[in-house]
């Protein structure tokens, strides 16, 4: 399975307009040619601005092209395009691969259930780099000794990916929260975890991690999650 991670920068003040576009007739005509489901849709809350997420999951890469160009072939793609002409400043597209653990693992079987509490959401969205040959080792204890602590105490975790074109050495991973608060108290009682302590030390010696950069995103109207 391929996750197709998609970020549009907009012009000041643009962004309402196409996401108006996109939201009554680029989404319903890309649900309807490109066979492959979508995995949320988010405008950036905190952190770069004027930016819409969102992300794709494919089973068979093959079928993109195919999709693309039903796409760009149906009509309400190209009034979509009218609509939204002019709004864009700056796109990145990069392609990732689903861990393991990731509770993504297949596009025909995605179906988003909400775990989290109330009916608010925020979704932390992490980006991290790291030194090559180092985010192997970084993964296998995050695994071990991280995330089972933070399947204990935060939110929701929705995906967690390597980048398998675009920036490599890379992960993107998203938990879902019921609000910031809920994310902020979350992330102390982790902080203040023995066992999370003990994962920050393992590596902490690795010397694994370059970058961090967080998102704070807020689902759509039409986001499947939400």
Same mark, same amino acid.
């Given at each position: 399975?391929?996750?197709?991670?998609?970020?549009?920068?907009?012009?000041?003040?643009?962004?309402?307009?196409?996401?108006?576009?996109?939201?009554?007739? &680029? *989404?319903?005509?890309?649900?309807?040619?490109?066979? !492959?489901?979508?995995?949320?849709?988010?405008? =950036?809350?905190?952190?770069?601005?004027?930016?819409?997420? *969102?992300?794709? &999951?494919?089973?068979?890469? #093959? %079928?993109?092209?195919?999709?693309?160009? !039903?796409?760009?072939?149906?009509?309400?793609?190209?009034?979509?395009?009218?609509?939204?002409?002019?709004?864009?400043?700056? /796109?990145?597209?990069?392609? +990732?691969?689903?861990?393991?653990?990731?509770?993504?693992?297949? @596009?025909? #079987?995605? @179906?988003?259930?909400?775990?989290?509490?109330? %009916?608010?959401?925020?979704? #932390?969205?992490?980006?991290?780099?790291?030194?090559?040959?180092? $985010?192997?080792?970084?993964?296998?204890?995050?695994?071990?000794? &991280?995330?089972? =602590?933070?399947?204990?105490?935060?939110?929701?975790? +929705? $995906?967690?990916?390597?980048?398998?074109?675009?920036?490599?050495? /890379?992960?993107?991973?998203?938990?879902?929260?019921?609000?910031?608060?809920?994310? #902020?108290?979350?992330?102390? @009682? $982790? !902080?203040?975890?023995?066992?999370?302590?003990?994962?920050?030390?393992?590596?902490?010696?690795?010397?694994?991690?370059?970058?961090?950069?967080?998102?704070?995103?807020?689902?759509?109207?039409?986001?499947?999650?939400?």
């Amino acid at each position: 399975m391929y996750i197709e991670h998609r970020q549009y920068t907009f012009h000041p003040g643009k962004q309402p307009q196409w996401v108006d576009a996109f939201g009554s007739h &680029g *989404f319903p005509s890309s649900v309807r040619t490109l066979g !492959a489901p979508s995995l949320g849709t988010f405008t =950036v809350e905190v952190g770069t601005i004027n930016r819409f997420v *969102f992300m794709r &999951g494919w089973d068979d890469i #093959d %079928t993109r092209d195919a999709g693309l160009a !039903a796409r760009e072939a149906d009509p309400q793609w190209g009034e979509f395009k009218k609509l939204a002409a002019g709004c864009i400043a700056s /796109q990145e597209v990069k392609m +990732l691969k689903p861990t393991a653990f990731s509770p993504i693992q297949s @596009a025909k #079987d995605f @179906a988003f259930k909400r775990t989290i509490g109330g %009916t608010g959401m925020v979704v #932390d969205h992490r980006t991290y780099d790291f030194h090559p040959g180092k $985010m192997p080792a970084w993964l296998k204890a995050y695994e071990e000794l &991280g995330l089972p =602590v933070q399947k204990r105490i935060l939110g929701q975790l +929705l $995906m967690f990916g390597v980048t398998e074109i675009g920036p490599i050495n /890379q992960v993107v991973f998203c938990w879902l929260y019921e609000g910031l608060g809920d994310r #902020d108290r979350r992330r102390t @009682a $982790m !902080a203040n975890d023995p066992q999370w302590q003990e994962f920050g030390k393992v590596v902490g010696g690795l010397g694994a991690l370059k970058q961090q950069t967080v998102m704070a995103l807020k689902p759509t109207a039409f986001s499947v999650v939400k």
